[in-house]
């Protein structure tokens, strides 16, 4: 699985620098290209692992595995803003407001959203019917009902009179982290034409896995390991998935998440066992 992790994490930052490429030179472009360097690349190896559940080959894949990579460094570019998290590191390097300031930084972050749905649009993704209910499925998932949604109530939460409660956190995570994840790994699906039901459910018990895993880095993890700061949210009295489960009882929860997740992949037989190594990679990022 990590090869093939590999794999598709380079195939991507070659689909996304041949992009930017076509853009004018200028800061923006310098500072789009920076921003989407560097990352895991979970979120395209899901696109790319769902299709080929489906039989959709890897180049068409690609773009839309490229189209949510780039989503998801505009997410990461805004979250990092002083406005927002005011966070000075990502992926080890300097964010990107810090690197050219809060005006260009807010561009990028715009450009590489509407970016993501330029590439979702391109000919070689499937039929026009296909691509209409890529972007209809991608536009609810990253919007004002999923991710920005979730970011909301992450903001609301900071002011609120008392930490939230779990269900509470549940929901706020299920949309800033969890609902670009869940496209993900239904794309293939709907490229195909397919059910995508059993995806949804394997991608939900994933994503708040995956946000466990970072709850539970920002208290045990370093900067090296994170290439982020890490303990910001003890220091905020933040309330998270640990701060409420305790470290044990947050590590439990993650592989109750991650075995539902391997169930409902269940039909797929030995065929998901990609997808089921990466539910694990993602939780052994705490170990």
């Not at 109530?153 to 779990?166: F, G, K, R, Y």
Request: charged share 25%; glycine share 8%; net charge negative.
């Amino acid at each position: 699985m990590r090869a093939r992790l590999d794999e598709v994490r380079t195939l991507v930052a070659g689909a996304l620098d041949a992009a930017i490429d076509r853009l004018p030179e200028s800061p923006l472009r310098d500072a789009m290209r920076y921003a989407c360097h560097g990352g895991k690349a979970v979120r395209a190896y899901l696109v790319v692992e769902s299709a080929r559940l489906h039989g959709v080959p890897d180049s068409a894949a690609l773009p839309v595995a490229a189209a949510v990579e780039a989503l998801h460094a505009y997410s990461l570019v805004h979250d990092d803003l002083p406005a927002m998290d005011d966070d000075d590191l990502r992926r080890g390097q300097p964010t990107v407001h810090v690197r050219w300031g809060e005006a260009v930084a807010i561009l990028a972050g715009d450009a590489l959203q509407t970016l993501a749905f330029e590439l979702l649009a391109r000919d070689e993704v499937g039929t026009p019917d296909t691509r209409l209910t890529l972007l209809r499925a991608f536009a609810q998932a990253v919007g004002a009902s999923g991710m920005v949604y979730g970011q909301m109530l992450d903001i609301a939460a900071e002011s609120a009179q008392s930490p939230l409660t779990l269900d509470q956190i549940t929901r706020l995570q299920a949309g800033k982290t969890g609902a670009l994840i869940e496209f993900s790994a239904i794309s293939g699906a709907l490229m195909a034409g397919a059910d995508p039901a059993r995806l949804r459910e394997y991608a939900r018990n994933l994503g708040l896995a995956f946000q466990i895993a970072d709850d539970l880095l920002d208290v045990t993890g370093d900067e090296a390991q994170t290439g982020k700061r890490v303990g910001k949210d003890d220091a905020a009295g933040k309330a998270t998935f640990v701060s409420l489960l305790g470290q044990d009882g947050a590590q439990a929860r993650a592989r109750e998440l991650v075995a539902a997740g391997d169930a409902a992949l269940a039909p797929y037989g030995a065929r998901a066992g990609n997808l089921r190594e990466l539910a694990r990679f993602v939780i052994d990022r705490y170990a």
